[in-house]
Antibody
Framework: QVQLQESGPGLVKPSQTLSLTCTVS??????????WSWIRQPAGKGLEWIGR???????NYNPSLKSRVTISVDTSKNQFSLKLSSVTAADTAMYYC??????????????WGQGTLVTVSS | DIQMTQSPSSLSASVGDRVTITCRAS??????LNWYQHKPGKAPKLLIC???SLQSGVPSRFSGSGSGTDFTLTISSLQPEDFATYYC??????????FGQGTTVEIK
């Protein structure tokens, strides 16, 4: 059973860089043809896809965040990471990592982490 | 971007009720539509992918239908564990995925 766990600082100051890591257990991050995604949810709002990475290093980003987002992968640690620069209060949200699977019916997030709350405040 | 609009945004229902949630896409997305269930403090759970394919282990009281722009998630007989927020997600516009704003199912 694949499990994902987000980790990182819960409080980030405005204008700084938010950094989170997702640790994958129960399987190798390199096995299979999966992308690995980050998704966030501001309080009281819906889900927003941030971006994803393939284990080859290929990335795709939400155009609305692309200029500030970097997603990387460390296959030796079975982890992938998110960096979001120049954060503001609008970036305060619950951040989730998820496995982006693909089949005949298209892409879908079949495994998710429980999420980590990041607050942007001085 | 493809916009996804869910209705209603919330509903109150009783155990045993039939519940229907609608998701509308701003343009045709074929059948590239997924449904998730989200409970507070827990990881979202995939219920249905490809508009109507039930994920393994998901109770058969959940069903999905639709194609093009209009989709429906139906819970045939609401159970206590089904009280949650439900989201639709389009995966037509690779790879910029978008979600509906969510529908919260509350106890009546």
């Amino acid at each position: 059973q694949v499990q994902l766990q987000e980790s990182g600082p819960g409080l980030v100051k405005p204008s700084q860089t938010l950094s989170l890591t997702c640790t994958v257990s129960g399987g190798s991050i390199s096995s299979g043809s999966y992308y690995w995604s980050w998704i966030r949810q501001p309080a009281g709002k819906g889900l927003e896809w941030i971006g994803r990475i393939y284990t080859s290093g290929t990335t795709n980003y939400n155009p609305s965040l692309k200029s500030r987002v970097t997603i990387s992968v460390d296959t030796s640690k079975n982890q992938f990471s998110l960096k979001l620069s120049s954060v503001t209060a609008a970036d305060t949200a619950m951040y989730y990592c998820a496995r982006d699977n693909w089949g005949e019916v298209g892409y879908y997030f079949d495994y998710w982490g429980q999420g980590t709350l990041v607050t942007v405040s001085s | 971007d493809i916009q996804m609009t869910q209705s209603p945004s919330s509903l109150s229902a009783s155990v045993g009720d039939r519940v229907t949630i609608t998701c509308r896409a701003s343009q045709s997305i074929s059948s590239y539509l997924n449904w998730y269930q989200h409970k507070p403090g827990k990881a979202p759970k995939l219920l249905i992918c490809g508009a109507s394919s039930l994920q393994s282990g998901v109770p058969s009281r959940f069903s999905g239908s639709g194609s093009g722009t209009d989709f429906t998630l139906t819970i045939s007989s609401l159970q206590p564990e089904d009280f949650a927020t439900y989201y639709c997600q389009q995966t037509y516009s690779t790879p910029t995925w978008t979600f509906g704003q969510g529908t919260t199912v509350e106890i009546k």
